[in-house]
């Protein structure tokens, strides 16, 4: 699975660049403001004139470490730093060697950024936003074994990390699938512990991170601890509140740092004028939208069932869990099946309700329904019934889905704001003989193959992987 994350290149986008900017000021000059990076991203603050990123500042932080030694090895080699310069949208300027500043660009010239920057966003998000992807997967597999044997539990876990858009997101340096792993793991300290003081604090880093991450994720964090507090009692709960108060007092310190108040955010001070207008009213967010709702489940614009249809079988599955328990393996009697399903339920509510009502629901350029992806391993959880009693349908709709997943993976995250992710986006560009504007998105486009053929050294990883799986794969089926 690391090679895998590993063998895609997420290509400049704002969402990125506005992480990368505030993890660069960071290391590079020990402060928040990012002027000499703000014209690389849209998604930015504009405070006593200075910019900031708008971001939770969590997946920057968490590329911290990766940054500060890119950055020591670039400075010690004498090496090019991330930069950016304009391609004018006039010919003549371009060929009399006008070079505008990326301030003072005009509409239609293009930004072009040096290698640098593209390395530096590659191993920011590798060495952070993908690592922690795989401690997400370990804690699904771990969960997913307390119900299933070890066959069926792998295949849970690998549709979630391949065949949902969860695949996408670990290639790109979003803070929505940090947020993601951080909540599963939380989750996985409460369930898989005795109820141990050091387990509770853990769970309670991982909620408190979580939210430092993507700021909605507060509300799950309310709904896991109180879990947590049913599952084992006050003292375990007081644990997990005082392992997230670092978080929480981290936050603050960024937002006093950066905007003048603990409790205010980048969000209170966007510098677009657009973006600005739509949070002007309790940041965007208003009643849900039952047509926007159906649009972020079915929609082929940004439908979550029509990119990943294997979920639709996770979100019966957890129906089906909520109201009866089910068959129980005799040594795990006390899995809370019921009561696990009514936590990813109302987690799951709770994303869907808040995208469905957000101004932006369509996430802007992106793949699927971007602000739910932290509830997707909740949802994931639901295979379980699945796998048990259709796994001929789990076979067939995995297959789809992860194939899905596989072209927008290769085409990059950055799905238009308009038409049809997978056949105006994805299956085009995979196709395409050659890279797009943003360049090679994978590391077969990198050494040369063309179209489809990039992802060739891939799948032959994959099938090499499976058959050194035989005497495992033989152990599963009895």
Known sequence: MFCTYAYFIGPPAWNQNSRLALTRALVERGSTIIDPDHATT????????????????????????????????????????????VIPLDPAAELAGQQPDPDARQPGDRLIYNQAHRTALYLCRLLSTSLLAL????????????????????????????????????TAFYGHQPCADLLLLALACILLSRGTAQAGLAAGACLG??????????VPA??????????????????T????????????????AAFGHPLRT??????????????????????????????????RFRGLFYLAPVLLLAAWGLLVQAISPGR?????????????????????????????????????????????????????????????????????LGAVSAAQMLAAAAAAPEAPQYGDPLWGHAWPLLFAGQPGYGGATNLGRLLGLP??????????????????LRPQRKHWRS
């Open 328 to 396: 129980q393996d005799m040594s795990e009697r006390t899995w809370p099946t019921r009561q696990v399903a009514g936590l990813a339920l109302l987690v799951i509510g709770f994303y869907l309700a808040l995208n469905s009502g957000y101004y932006m629901w369509d996430g802007g350029a992106a793949l699927g329904p971007r602000h739910c992806v932290p509830m997707l391993p909740f949802l994931a959880l639901g295979l379980v019934p699945a796998l048990r009693l259709v796994p001929g349908a789990v076979a067939v």
């Open 209 to 218: 991170l979580a939210v430092v991450c993507e700021y909605p994720a507060a």
């Open 222 to 239: 309310a709904i896991v601890t109180g879990f947590a507090l049913l599952h084992h009692g006050p003292r375990f709960a007081a644990c």
């Open 451 to 468: 179209g489809a053929l990039s992802l060739v050294p891939l799948l032959a990883l994959w099938w090499w992987t499976w058959q050194q």
């Open 135 to 170: 401690a997400g997967l370990a804690a699904l597999y771990l969960l997913a074994r307390r119900q299933l044997a070890p066959g069926p539990a792998a295949a849970l876990t690998l549709l979630y990390g391949l065949a949902s858009p969860a695949f996408v997101y670990s």
């Open 42 to 85: 849209g998604d930015k603050s504009y405070r006593d004139g200075h910019f900031y990123s708008d971001k939770a500042p969590g997946a920057s932080l968490l590329a911290l470490p990766a940054y500060t030694l890119y950055y020591a090895a670039t400075r010690l080699g004498g090496g090019e730093l991330p930069s950016v310069r």
């Open 266 to 299: 980048g969000y209170d001070f966007v510098y677009l004028a657009e973006f600005a207008e739509g949070m002007r009213v309790n940041y965007g967010i208003h009643t849900p939208d039952l047509a926007v709702l159906q649009e972020l489940l079915f929609g």
């Open 241 to 256: 509140v005082a392992g997230g108060l670092p978080g929480a007092a981290l936050l603050a310190l960024y937002h006093l």
